[in-house]
């Protein structure tokens, strides 16, 4: 068995993405057969999503002074810790799964002092004897495709792939009972938070929306985390039932996987809806692309206008006066929307939007 450490510094969403690539790299290289030790490599926002994957046998936590935002103090101290880590956990080899716009070469050279041997990693520049395994983006792989594959595709040069029968969805370990949280019956969630401004939907258009919902004959959660409190008491109104603080990440994988439809940003809870299998209504701004950034494999309808001015932009707050990537997006604009993913009526602007064609199915993709 060998052990190996897969890096994903960022959020709960992304650590998610990476689901698929952890699965492939625990099944173990086809020349050496049998499962590894998977030991997951994450900042403190991903921790808690790291845990909730197949196959990692380990979490560990370092906030990297070029991912974590506001960024810890480059010091003797803080880098030695990580040091530490690796080198008490016996890693073996290490997979640095990265974004386009991240580069792994760093977190690499701190491996290499922690005597890890073999690394592989997606880099644009020139890597030396950092990487063993270089993948160059945009000549090794396209960029345009969703975060997930290219993740597999990092995996992939390193050795690995997924077994048979798994179909690369995204999947999380176990999901809780939340009965006595949601009660009984069929239900929607809304999720209005989002963990950047230039991503949110407007709040009195998420309370419009949940009473839309209402009217239309639909129960509605709504979810947010301790900090999102007023914001989900706002969004729930009288009509919807407030779940803002009362669930962990584990808690709301539960919530999320009992709901017939999710709407929700593109954030954290979109992507973990995916990976309990439910449709999910995204309100997508296109500060970053929806190709790579979009809920993975489940039924969607994408909103939002993919080809305003901020489109690309990777701003965390909207550059455009009025938000109008999303604030054109209306109250009626949703609850249609959640109309169509109840029915499984598949959407044409969606797979205009998305240019490639959603693969729904009714499946919920959980163990």
Not at 45 to 69: N, S
Not at 78 to 83: K, V
Not at 284 to 297: D, G, M, N, Q
Request: proline share 10%; glycine share 10%.
């Amino acid at each position: 068995m060998t052990r190996v450490l897969v890096a994903r510094l960022d959020s709960a969403g992304d650590v998610l993405l990476a689901g698929p690539a952890v699965r492939a790299i625990a099944a173990g290289r086809g020349e050496e057969p049998g499962p590894n030790e998977v030991l997951m490599l994450c900042g403190p926002q991903g921790a808690a999503a790291a845990r909730l994957l197949p196959h990692v046998d380990r979490v560990l936590v370092w906030a990297a002074p070029w991912i974590v935002d506001p960024a810890p103090e480059v010091s003797e101290e803080h880098l030695a810790r990580l040091r530490e880590m690796v080198e008490g956990a016996g890693v073996e080899e290490a997979v640095i799964l990265t974004s386009f716009h991240q580069s792994p070469l760093p977190l690499a050279l701190l491996l290499r002092l922690a005597g890890v041997r073999r690394i592989c990693g997606a880099s644009t520049d020139y890597a030396g004897s950092l990487l063993d395994t270089r993948l160059r983006p945009g000549e090794d792989f396209p960029e345009d495709q969703p975060e997930a594959e290219r993740a597999l595709a990092i995996a992939r040069a390193a050795g690995y792939d997924l077994p048979a029968g798994d179909d690369g969805r995204l999947r999380v370990r176990e999901v809780p009972d939340v009965s006595a949280l949601v009660g009984e019956g069929p239900y929607v969630v809304v999720h209005p938070g989002a963990a950047v401004p230039a991503r949110a939907w407007p709040p009195l258009h998420h309370a419009a929306a949940v009473e839309l919902l209402t009217a239309a004959g639909h129960r509605v959660v709504v979810t947010g985390g301790p900090q999102e409190r007023e914001l989900t008491a706002t969004v729930a109104g009288a009509a919807g039932l407030d779940l803002g603080g009362r669930t962990d990440l584990h808690g709301l994988a539960g919530v999320l996987a009992g709901a017939s439809v999710v709407v929700s940003g593109n954030t954290g809870p979109a992507h973990l809806a995916a990976a309990v299998g439910t449709p999910v209504v995204s309100l997508f701004a296109p500060v970053v692309p929806a190709i790579r950034w979009a809920p993975y494999k489940v039924p969607l309808e994408l909103l939002g206008d993919q080809n305003a001015p901020c489109r690309l932009s990777r701003a965390r707050v909207c550059p455009v006066p009025g938000h109008p990537c999303l604030a054109a997006v209306q109250p009626e604009d949703v609850a249609a929307a959640v109309e169509r993913l109840a029915a499984d009526v598949p959407s044409l602007g969606t797979r205009r939007q998305l240019g490639r064609a959603p693969k729904p199915t009714p499946e919920r993709w959980y163990q």
